[in-house]
């Protein structure tokens, strides 16, 4: 696509009402009096996925990836970046000279957005969810030396993936780090949260729900009320965007 008229970004995922991202970018080309426009790209499954990606390359410049595409976008993919594959989840593609990039600035995004909280005792995290924000969060935590446990409805023991049963005091107190990584309470399901025992948690712990709408979820608010360190997705999606609007425009 020619670079000179209008350019189009997006998002792509399948329910975007809850998103801020299509805002985000929107307030950023109004401000900086850039001729792009971003859209909402909601499609109901993989097969519309891969329709959708035929002709993408003609007609967008980069869209961002959400729940539940970021694994399943990859095979029809040109190129992935080493951090994409080395993750196994893309959450931003760059189309460029008719070719598809894959790349992922989740990874990026989380490591600006914990910076402030991590204390020298957050040697252990604890992971809800196994999807592609998940593969994100364990790849840099684990670049940061922190051992990675995950709590899935699939378990695989030897690989430290635990099932939702299994998570006891013992094993909250074991991991002073927590991260909500499935969409469960995302608006308009307030009431939603992980079967997870998040009464164990206490004043060391610092507890991060992924989901930034609302500002405050249930696991949040009873992880703050039990005197947790808190920390919601807001700040990760903002710094991840600006990864994606550099690598869109290099």
Known sequence: ?????????????????HSFSRSHFMEKFEKEEIDAIFENIELPDANAVEEWMKSAPSEYTGVSVTIPYKEVVI?????LSPEAKAIGAVNCIHFK???SIGHNTDAYGFGQSIKPFLRNI???????GTGG?????????????????????????EQMIYGYDQANEIMVKSFLMIVNCTPLGTSPNFEEKPNFPIEFVGEDHFVVDLIY????TKFLKLARENGADTLNGLSMLH????KAWEIWNS
């Open 213 to 216: 709408n609302p500002s405050e």
């Open 133 to 157: 924000a998940s593969k994100a969060v364990a790849y840099t935590l684990k670049n940061l030396g922190i051992t990675v446990g995950h709590i899935s409805r699939t378990p695989n023991p």
């Open 239 to 242: 710094q991840q965007a600006i």
């Open 75 to 79: 095979p029809f993919l040109d190129e």
């Open 97 to 99: 000279d008719g070719k």
């Open 122 to 128: 957050h040697e252990r995290a604890l992971l809800l």
């Open 1 to 17: 696509m020619s670079q000179q008229g209008t350019r189009k970004f997006g998002l792509l995922g399948k329910t975007l009402g």
